[in-house]
């Protein structure tokens, strides 16, 4: 059996044990410290916004900046169906409902024709929606301008999960600076990692300070503990950060090694009938954290989706259906959705290809030859 390749796995710089060594002897082994301060300081200057706060994952920032804008009990929160469920989940912590809309063609982001239907529907049964989540999947950025215009609008503010687009632009704009409140994720399988962690970040500062509040347990201005409200232990640790801030020292690599791979794909596998990529239309620049194929079987003699990933898999190669549709997971049955079919048709027919930025030429090699082979058979 030949090596296994991995979907996006970590890379590291090298240059992150020198920040853990630091930690160690500062003996900062706690939620405080030199890289934690240090990462925010230097995340925000990449981003060209001061206000970051670190905390121990992208799904805690999603829940933090829900809680920032007062999301409770009984309110509506629009989000995309095709999304990872992590990005809906702090919906149901605050005990609100997700209104899932479906995405569109050019970006497979949210869809802002059924945005706007959306809203003026649930406005029409006596709810306006609190908030909306907007997703930049796979590191394509959605139709910014659009949605900002409808989010002003009807006064709705946006909470950006760029999880998976740091180093992306929309109209030269960063990813994870386009939102009310924006958050990015790194988790191992993310374009920069530290094993598990997330950042929040505001234009506003009163919402960082309040979010600092909310995820350091709630802790009100006394000598003693005193608390008026709920908190959580949401910070993250100084070692995780000084992974961080050697990761970050390399993200302009990162996505330049990814953009390569998808035109590599792309170089490829594009001329093939019934195989298509996504790609950037004008005002959008992806950093391609995972580059995806669509196959139709229709104009591949039957070949499908599952016959290439089944393939891969027997090669030893790891890749990966497009994300499940929100609404068609059980556990989000109930909530209300606003679709076309455009998500579904992509998770029956899409396939994330291995896309770390560690493949080596050999490897990109093995797995075009590979998914070559299942098609002209
Ligand atoms: C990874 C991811 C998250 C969650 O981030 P974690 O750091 O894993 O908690 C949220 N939304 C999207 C779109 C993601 O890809």
């Not at 059924?114 to 908030?131: C, F, H, N, Q, T």
């Amino acid at each position: 059996m030949q090596e296994k390749i991995w979907l996006s796995p970590p890379h590291m710089s090298g240059n992150e044990q020198k920040y853990i060594q630091l930690a160690f002897n500062e003996n900062y082994i706690a939620p405080v410290g030199s890289n934690l301060t240090g990462f925010e300081k230097e995340l925000g200057k990449y981003l060209g916004v001061p206000n970051v706060l670190m905390l121990t994952s992208g799904t805690s920032a999603i829940h933090t900046a829900m809680m920032v804008l007062g999301i409770k009990d009984g309110d509506e929160v629009i989000a995309p169906t095709f999304t990872f469920a992590a990005c809906i989940n702090p919906i149901i912590y605050q005990r609100a409902m997700p209104i899932l809309v479906d995405s569109d063609q050019e970006s497979w982001n949210m869809n802002p024709v059924l945005l706007e239907k959306a809203i003026l529907d649930r406005i029409k049964r006596g709810k306006k929606p609190k908030a909306m989540v907007v997703v930049h999947l796979y590191g394509m950025p959605a139709k910014m301008n659009t949605i900002r215009e409808i989010s002003n609008r009807f006064e709705i503010p946006i909470i950006e999960d760029a999880a998976e687009a740091l180093g992306s632009r929309h109209q030269n704009q960063l990813c994870g600076t386009l939102g009310d409140l924006s958050i990015i994720s790194f988790n191992g399988n993310k374009i920069i990692t530290t094993s598990g962690g997330g950042a929040l970040i505001s234009r506003n500062s009163q919402y960082i300070s309040r979010a600092r509040f909310l995820a350091t347990q709630a802790k009100d201005d006394a000598p003693h503990y005193q608390h008026s409200e709920i908190g959580y232990n949401y910070r993250m640790s100084n070692i995780v950060a000084g992974i961080g801030r050697g990761q970050l020292e390399v993200l302009n690599e990162r996505v330049k090694t990814r953009r390569a791979n998808h035109d590599f794909y792309v170089n490829r596998l594009g001329n093939i009938p019934g195989i298509t990529f996504l790609n950037e239309r004008e005002g959008a620049y992806s950093n391609y954290w995972l580059t995806n194929m669509v196959v139709n079987p229709l104009l591949t003699d039957g070949v499908t989706r599952e016959t290439i990933r089944l393939a891969l898999d027997a090669a030893n190669i790891e890749t990966r259906p497009l994300w499940k549709p929100m609404h068609l997971q059980p556990v989000f049955a109930h909530c209300p959705a606003y679709v076309d079919g455009t998500s579904e048709q992509l998770f029956n027919d899409g396939l994330c290809l291995p896309s770390g930025s560690n493949l080596t030429e050999a490897q990109k090699e093995r797995i075009v030859s590979a998914i070559l082979k299942v098609i002209k058979k």
